[in-house]
């Protein structure tokens, strides 16, 4: 248990420098990108000061119609400095927003793998468990700090489950139901058994309590993945 302790702990540190780093490396490519896009874009008063530059190099132009002319061409010089104003503030929200969906996407990632992770160490070495009580007059089985109540066919099934594992024995889907009808396991149903376990960890309702805890092995039957000096029947 100290090994698997420290395992984890290491794994988390690991995990929130992974974060960190990822966190870092997204906020400075996109603080880097935003200053390369704001450098380049091209000065809001530039369309201005080439039709200032136009009134200064051609006195010449006298006419009304040619004074109106340069008149729209710096309204227009001012109508373009403004949108180009507006699309730095929508460049920058879009920059910032972004930034913000890739750390909460870098972030959601790695809890998911550290939970996959956590999830597979559990699968490996199953549930610690430290008693295991049953009780078939209340219909109840304590496994650790938990109670459940189960249904008279699943208190009868996770019996059979101890006694088999006790004798250190696998038993089969035909073997649970004929040592519950009373008949021989040649004249019982390899679905009827496999029925009753699936009926039991229904009734335990915590998927990974009642898949980890009622193991099922491969071409052989099933069994419960405690030991057998932590099991007690009342």
Do not use: H
Request: a negative charge; aromatic letters at 6%.
């Amino acid at each position: 248990m100290p090994e698997i302790s420290t395992s984890a702990s290491e794994a988390f540190r690991a995990g929130n420098r992974v974060v960190a780093g990822g966190i870092a490396a997204i906020v400075l490519i996109l603080l880097g990108a935003a200053i390369f896009l704001f450098l380049n874009l091209p000065d809001a008063n530039a369309f201005n000061a080439r039709v200032e530059r136009i009134f200064i190099e051609n006195n010449d132009l006298r006419s009304g119609a040619e004074i109106r002319l340069l008149e729209i061409l710096a309204q227009s010089g001012t109508s373009f400095s403004d949108v180009l104003a507006s699309y730095r503030v929508v460049i920058f929200v879009l920059l910032v927003f972004s930034t913000a969906l890739l750390v909460a996407s870098l972030v959601l990632l790695v809890a998911i793998i550290a939970l996959n992770r956590r999830i597979s160490a559990i699968q490996r070495s199953g549930i610690q468990v430290a008693s295991l009580l049953i009780s078939r007059e209340s219909r109840a089985v304590y496994i650790n700090d938990m109670e459940f109540t189960l249904t008279e066919a699943a208190i009868e099934t996770l019996s059979v489950l101890a006694e088999a594992r006790m004798d250190d024995d696998v038993l089969t889907g035909a073997q649970i139901e004929g040592v519950i009808s009373g008949r021989d396991a040649a004249d019982c149903d390899e679905a009827a058994g496999a029925t009753r376990v699936k009926r039991l960890r229904d009734a335990l309702g915590n998927q990974l309590v009642s898949e980890l805890l009622v193991k099922t092995i491969a071409r052989r039957g099933y069994m419960l993945a405690v030991g057998k000096d932590v099991i007690r029947m009342v």
